[in-house]
């Protein structure tokens, strides 16, 4: 039986991933900062592990929990929207030990069985927000780039162990909290600055006028994150949700 641990899987993507390799037959060890056992379907299939990937001593514990794992999916993500005047330094490195640092820990503790096994996958979640710059989204942008070059060269190095990296590219997902939970980020430490109002007035109104229909759905993720894990034959990038789509087109 194969064994996936995805990491950031209490809500949004993660949640929804679990959930659809659970439904595949797969082994799920879900990692969430807070368990909880009542947001997947009991199952014998089912580990939930308390993972906080900026804790190395948590990391250690939660890959030990898993044993051995044939598919890593970095999902675990915070975001942010500002100006890059707006955005404290504290907060630049909050994003980049999440988003960035967090993954390349994961990756660390679980390549070592891999390469021994000379088999295995690693799935990045990243962001369409890379492929067409934004505004007010510059620290966030900068965090996820950095992943998708970091995933790309990591691609090539473990290719010779027989290790497959891929890039998962979710589009705009207002289904999910994970907008609410960056906005609720940026009240509390005393959003946008003012002589920024018109750019930030300018940027909700054209995202307003967006069409509703070429969104990001949780589970357009879940199948895209899938298709890395199973297909041999996958892209190295691979775009989730009809707005992501279109912009890799």
Known sequence: MNTVLITGASAGFGLETAKLFLSKGWRVVAGMRSPREDLLPASDRLEIVKLDVTDPDSIKAAVEQAGPIDVLVNNAGIGWMNAVEGTPMKTMRSLFETNLFGPVAMMQAVLPQMRERRAGVIVNVSSSVTL??????????????????????????????????????????????????????????????????????AAFDGWAQESEAEVTQAADVAEAVWQAATDVASPLRIPAGADAVALSG
Do not use: C, H, W
């Open 132 to 201: 067409k710059p934004l505004p007010l989204l510059s620290a966030y942008t900068a965090s996820k780039a950095a992943l998708n070059a970091l995933t790309e060269v990591s691609a090539l190095e473990l290719s010779a162990f027989d290790i497959r990296v891929r890039i998962v590219l979710p589009g705009r997902a207002p289904t999910t909290g994970f907008g609410d939970a960056a906005r609720a980020r940026i009240q509390q430490q005393g959003g946008f600055p003012e002589p920024y109002m018109p750019v930030v007035k």
